[in-house]
């Protein structure tokens, strides 16, 4: 891979972010992640070259904070074959915290400095068992703040444990075994500001091969801000950057039905330095929660499996990985007019 940047400073992040501080360690995997309001979740997805994706959720809460029993969730995505999504409670107190890495109480995941182990049994239904290869180390933007509410001091984290892996695992679904080998990703976001109050949309992707990895988000809050991040991992190190150039976020942004959105969407980074095209469609859909009510909000998640490419300074060369989509409106989205809820958000959805 060879990326034409000007600005190499970031490279040197990698060569020492394997050894974490014990400060650091703390934060990350502190004890005491629950003060209402309260969200938090470990998400890490598998994907192969032949397009099965797996998406493999940690509840200690749901996504929007409002289920506090933790539980286990899986979306399976096979070509041609319906998808499956599972879903199981776990016992309370199964995280073990005050430690480096992810751990739980039982050997459903299993998390070291350049490994995670997985044994995951949904009983009567389907069974993932396999590992976890890190090839770069964890990964956080600044100090790991997503967003804040500087009047309230509520706060949301986000810190990419795995931002490049490869995995081997064995499924067992629908009286099948599946021996499968690819990339893998986790990160863990927790916080005391849950999306619902702060997204009004939120696009986000991973995307990967041997080689490489890419992840990036945009996120336009219910303020008008606009909050982007851009993580490139390769063998020489780590490119890092607040911006990107996409129509990817205001597209979905004006989309009546994103469940049925189909398209190439393209995203740029590093002043164009790198391109990334993955295709989308509503047959590549893994999971999705369309305008369902949250208290006095409508609530929207979409998550695709999609296979692309990314165009370096010297080739073209092929990624495959997971992007999602969130969208937070008014509770009466849908019988409100388009300017009254852009009113609502106090933003342009043209993004000028």
Partial sequence: MCLNIKDRTNLELDKESWQVSHERQSWIHN???RPPPYFEWWYIHFVTPEGVAINLVLHETDIFGQHDSPYLSMSVHRPGK???????????????????????????????????????DFPGEASLKGEMVKLAPRLVFGNGILFADSQTGRTSYWMIAAPHASFTA???????????????????QWGTLPLQDMVADWTWGHFSNPQMAAVFFQIRTQRGQLIQRVGVTTAGGRFTDTSLDSEFLKTLSNTVSPEEYSDNVEVDFFSKNLQLEFAISPTKLMR????EPLG??????????????????????????????IRVRPGAYGSLPESEYRQYYLWDHDGD
Avoid at 96 to 111: F, H, I, K, V
Avoid at 170 to 188: C, I, K, P, S
Wanted: proline share 3%; glycine share 6%; with cysteine.
């Fill in 170 to 188: 064995q499924l067992h679904l629908d009286g099948t075994v599946l021996n499968l080998e690819g990339m893998a990703y986790q990160d863990h």
């Fill in 288 to 291: 999705w929660r369309i305008n």
């Fill in 296 to 325: 006095n909000k409508a609530v929207s998640y979409l998550r695709w499996a999609a296979t692309g490419a990314y165009q370096d300074a010297c080739a073209r060369h092929d990624v495959y990985g997971i992007s999602e989509y």
């Fill in 82 to 120: 319906p998808i499956c999504y599972l879903k199981r409670a776990l016992p309370l107190a199964i995280i073990t915290r005050n430690r480096p890495y992810l751990q739980t109480g039982s050997e459903l995941l299993a998390e070291s400095k350049r490994s995670i182990f997985f044994d995951v």
């Fill in 31 to 33: 004890g005491s992640h």
